[in-house]
Structures are given as structure tokens and as C-alpha cells.
């Protein structure tokens, strides 16, 4: 089982910055991708910026260029720098892993329970 706690949400004014943080806890062998997810009121969740073990990252257009995802394997966490913020970027949070129990076991995928980021204009 892992648990993921976010951090580092908050309200901010438009073009203002914020860093969210993820740690993963729990038990498991490995932590694989890892990727921040947001839910606007009365919209999908949708993909915001994954990145791989290997730090290879994506990022969906409407953040390209103003948000980066990176990682720290060592302490299980995910971090995500958010620049030049608009009020469009409006939304619950969450994070998300893929682990791993075991070297050669299934894998799992854990979600946080969310954090606001809110966006003035």
C-alpha cells in the first residue's frame, strides 16, 4: 500500500508561482512514473505533467513552458513548479504513482487526496 500526501497548494495572484510537493510512503519495492493530475468544478481531471523513474517528463499543452515536474527518487517525491499562473489553472491537485510491491510484481497506482490551487485574476 502507498500513501501520497501533496503539499504546496494555496491562493495565489494571476502570473504568481506555487510549488506542490507529493511524498509516497508506505510499503512498496519501488516507485515507477509519477504524475500531477488537476480537476477544475464541473470538469474532467485531467493530465497535467507525468515523469518516469528515469525523469523523462511530459506535459499536457495548456502548461507547456510554465510548469516543470521533476523528482527525487531518493525521497519518493514529486515536485511541481507552477510559473506565470492563471486564473484557468484553477483546480484540485492530485497526485499520482505507479508502484511496485515487489521487484517483479504487479503494479498499483495510488492517488493523494488533493490540494487546491487557486488562481485570482
Known amino acids: 500500500q502507498v500513501q501520497l500526501v501533496e503539499s504546496g497548494g494555496g491562493l495565489v495572484h494571476a502570473g504568481g508561482s506555487l510549488t506542490l510537493s507529493c511524498v509516497a510512503s508506505?510499503?512498496?519495492?519501488?516507485?515507477?512514473?509519477m504524475a500531477w493530475y488537476r480537476q477544475a468544478p464541473g470538469k474532467q481531471r485531467e493530465l497535467v505533467a507525468s515523469?518516469?523513474?528515469?525523469?523523462?517528463?511530459d506535459y499536457a499543452d495548456s502548461v507547456k513552458g510554465r510548469f516543470t515536474v521533476s523528482r527525487d527518487n531518493a525521497k519518493n517525491t514529486v515536485y511541481l513548479q507552477m510559473n506565470s499562473l492563471k486564473p484557468e489553472d484553477t483546480a484540485v491537485y492530485y497526485c499520482?504513482?505507479?508502484?511496485?510491491?515487489?521487484?517483479?510484481?504487479?503494479?498499483?497506482?495510488?492517488w493523494g487526496q488533493g490540494t487546491q490551487v487557486t488562481v485570482s485574476s
Open positions: 515523469i518516469t523513474r528515469g525523469a523523462n517528463t
Open positions: 499520482n504513482a505507479d508502484s511496485q510491491p515487489t521487484m517483479n510484481g504487479p503494479r498499483y497506482n495510488f
Open positions: 508506505g510499503s512498496f519495492f519501488r516507485i515507477n512514473a
